[in-house]
Every structure is written in structure tokens, then in C-alpha cells.
């Protein structure tokens, strides 16, 4: 009898043994996990730039701009991605071992000008997003947006953008027409209300410079600068620092302006980290750029 009852209790001690471990393993793989997740995230260093071309425009649209910006010692890589219609990808180019800042283009088969393919464009883009963080492991970025691609970046923020899993650190909207082409703003078009009635779902650490070009300071031959400057309404008071600039003279036309020396200047400072800072350190004195700061 007595050993029965050792036996029992023998039994009864490794029954209790293994339960114990059979919660311990799962908890330990779970922690390992999400310890591991952690670690990339923490350890992510690429931190792309990500252009997008307005309307009309190929991934080739920024091509002059990119080999004023390689032109020095450092040499980013470049990858395009065009999106079709049927939602695939079509990829050129690949990341050089090393390079933490890459230039990623994103383009569209479909890129007609319209409020209606504008908001394809933001949800194709964010395909284009969820390859480009699948294939390079990133969770931070900038990005630049020429005419229609501010838009198309601004319908993304708002409406597409996880901020708990990526971060936007600087956005940089070159001729954007925030309200189309329309002069005066008392007269908002249907995206203009649309944009600022979600603006609270901007990124509130977001540093925005916007970029307007004139040769008459009435517009840069396409975009009106009120239209530009109308992007206050969506971003001010809502992200971490707004800044509106208006660049004039030569190369201050609508597409010409990805190449004009002043933005060229601008954007180098964005990948040299220098666009976010107090106001007046990212220009000297002298800079021929005329600076509007907003918070």
C-alpha cells in the first residue's frame, strides 16, 4: 500500500513538473519573440528617403536630382518602384551593402491628375510601403513629395500611415497644390475640406517644409502659390514644425523645380539631417531662400 501511494505521489510530481514546463517553453518562446522583434526594430539604422512624382511624371522624374545629390562622396542607391493598376510591382534597381540612406521612388501606372486617382495613388503607395519595409527592414523614413506626390504623401499620413510601426521624420512638398488650382482661398475644393478634417491624424512629431516657386509671386506657371501656401490649413498646429518657403528666379518654375539649386540645396540638408532643427541652422544668413517658420 505504501508503495502504491509513493508511486502515486511520484506520479502526481512529475504531472506537476511537466505542466509547469509547459507553460514556461510557450512564455519563453513568446519573450524571445517579441524580445527579438524589439531588437530589430531598435536596431533598424536604414533610414530611407522616399520620393514620389506628381502627376503626369514617370520613377524617372527625379533622376536629375539624384545625380546632383550623388555628386559628392557619399552615392545613395536608387530603387523605383512602379505600381499597376492591378496592384503588382514593377522593380529597378537595388540597395548597395552599407548604404543606411537609400533613394526609394514610388510611381504609378495609373498617374492621372484628378481628386479620384489621387486617392488610388495614396492606397497604391501604401502597397508600395509594405514591400518596400518587407524587403529592407526599416522602421523610419523621409520623404519627398513634387506637386501631386505631396498630396498623394498627404492622404497617406492621414489615412494609411500605422504610427505605432513606421515613423515619418521629415517630409518635403515641392510645388504641391494643396487646393488644386484654385487662387483665392475661400474657395476650398472638396480635397482641401476632406484633408482638413483629417488632419488630426497627422504624425505629430512630423517636420514638413513646403516648397513654392514663383516667377511673378502669383505661381510657378502651373500651381498657384495660394494653393501651396494652403497647406497651413492642413499641417499647422497639427505636426511639430511647419515651414512654408517660397523660391523664385531661375528654375523656380513647376517642373523645374526638383532641380532648382536652392531646393537641390534643401534637400541635402534633409539627408544630412539637418532639416528639423531650430530655426535658422539649417540655412547661413546669406541663404537666398525666403523663409517662412510656422509651429
Not at 123 to 131: H, Q, V
Not at 178 to 183: H, I
Not at 225 to 250: D, M, R
Request: net charge positive; aromatic share 8%.
Amino acid at each position: 500500500m505504501k508503495q502504491k501511494g509513493i508511486i502515486k505521489k511520484l506520479i502526481g510530481g512529475i504531472s506537476l513538473v511537466l505542466i509547469i514546463l509547459g507553460l514556461i517553453i510557450p512564455s519563453n518562446d513568446w519573450i524571445n519573440h517579441h524580445v527579438s522583434s524589439a531588437q530589430i526594430v531598435y536596431n533598424s539604422r536604414l533610414s530611407p528617403i522616399i520620393f514620389i512624382p506628381g502627376s503626369n511624371a514617370s520613377v524617372d522624374r527625379f533622376d536629375g536630382l539624384f545625380k546632383q545629390l550623388n555628386s559628392g562622396a557619399i552615392k545613395h542607391s536608387i530603387v523605383k518602384i512602379k505600381v499597376k493598376e492591378d496592384d503588382q510591382l514593377e522593380v529597378k534597381g537595388k540597395l548597395k551593402p552599407r548604404d543606411l540612406q537609400p533613394f526609394f521612388v514610388v510611381g504609378f501606372e495609373d498617374n492621372a491628375d484628378g481628386y479620384s486617382h489621387i486617392k488610388k495613388q495614396a492606397k497604391w503607395f501604401d502597397i508600395a510601403m509594405t514591400f518596400l519595409r518587407s524587403h529592407y527592414y526599416f522602421n523610419n523614413f523621409s520623404g519627398v513629395g513634387h506637386s501631386n506626390g505631396g498630396l498623394i504623401y498627404t492622404i497617406y499620413l492621414e489615412n494609411y500611415l500605422n504610427q505605432d510601426d513606421l515613423e515619418i521624420k521629415s517630409l518635403i512638398t515641392i510645388a504641391t497644390p494643396f487646393n488644386f488650382n484654385e487662387s483665392k482661398i475661400e474657395k476650398r475644393t472638396q480635397m482641401l475640406n476632406d484633408l482638413i478634417k483629417q488632419r488630426s491624424h497627422l504624425p505629430k512629431n512630423l517636420v514638413l517644409v513646403s516648397i513654392a516657386g514663383t516667377k511673378n509671386y502669383t505661381d510657378d506657371g502651373t500651381v498657384p502659390s495660394q494653393s501651396v501656401e494652403a497647406g497651413k490649413y492642413i499641417y499647422q498646429t497639427q505636426i511639430k514644425n511647419y515651414t512654408h518657403i517660397t523660391v523664385t528666379g531661375s528654375n523656380s518654375d513647376h517642373s523645374d523645380l526638383v532641380q532648382n539649386p536652392q531646393v537641390v540645396d534643401i534637400i541635402q540638408n534633409n539627408t544630412k539631417g539637418l532639416i528639423g532643427r531650430e530655426p535658422n541652422s539649417n540655412f547661413p544668413d546669406n541663404h537666398p531662400v525666403t523663409k517662412k517658420r510656422k509651429k
